[in-house]
Each structure stands twice: as structure tokens, then as C-alpha cells.
């Protein structure tokens, strides 16, 4: 299974979430799709070895800036598209924008600057 059962469905559901990450926080794909609920058909044990590639899949997806995808890193808080590409220097340059600072591993410390939605101080 390559793709959630509906991904326009799921993509939206993880958009939503995306979309409420608060500039100078972040997320990686993993936590998202630990919020969402297991799609119909899916069993758990699947969910959890895929959903963060589906999240990531629904990031690809993205048109436009209304979603901040740049706010989404993987489970290490680091930006997973290939180094040097104009994307990941895109991705980069807006997180730095918004006052986060990469460590020697180009890394970004999740428990410092991660987000969750619960998190009652950035809501």
C-alpha cells in the first residue's frame, strides 16, 4: 500500500494540521500522523510503519505557501529533501527566517521548537 485508501481525504486531514503550526515551531511527519486517525482499511501496525511517508507524500502536495510546509521535518529535525536542492535551501531559508537555528548536524532540536497541538502556549 503505497498510499492512504483516499489521499486527497488524508492530505486534507494533514493539512489542517499544518496549517495551525505557529511560525518559529515545527512538526516532523511521524507526530502528524500519529493525530490522525488510522484510514479505514488500514490496519495499525501499517499506519504506523507508513503514515509519515503518506504525510510526507501530502507535503509534496502542497501548491503554493498557504500551508507552511516548510515546518515539517523528520523524526531527527531535519529537513529531508535532498541537500543542496533549491528546495531544501527554500525550506531552509524560511525556517532560519522565522528565528530557528540549525545545530552543526543540521539538525533542529524537536524538543525545543517542536510543535503539538495541545501546546496551549502557541494555539
Known amino acids: 500500500m503505497w498510499s492512504p485508501p483516499n489521499p486527497r481525504e488524508y492530505n486534507a486531514q494533514v493539512w489542517q494540521i499544518v496549517e495551525r503550526i505557529p511560525k518559529g515551531r515545527v512538526m516532523a511527519y511521524g507526530q502528524i500522523a500519529a493525530l490522525l486517525p488510522t484510514p479505514q482499511g488500514v490496519d ?5 510503519r507508513l503514515g509519515p511517508r503518506w504525510v510526507g507524500a501530502a507535503m509534496r502536495a502542497v501548491k503554493g505557501v ?3 510546509w516548510w515546518r515539517v521535518l523528520n523524526a531527527q529535525g531535519q529537513i529531508s529533501l535532498p541537500a ?15 528565528g530557528l537555528i540549525f545545530d552543526a548536524q543540521e539538525r533542529l532540536d524537536l524538543a ?3 510543535w503539538q497541538p495541545d501546546d496551549e502556549s502557541d494555539a
Open 44 to 48: 495499525d501496525e501499517t499506519y504506523r
Open 84 to 98: 543542496g536542492s533549491d528546495s531544501a535551501l527554500e525550506q531552509r531559508h524560511r525556517l532560519e527566517q522565522e
Open 112 to 114: 525545543a521548537v517542536g
Open 66 to 68: 498557504k500551508i507552511p
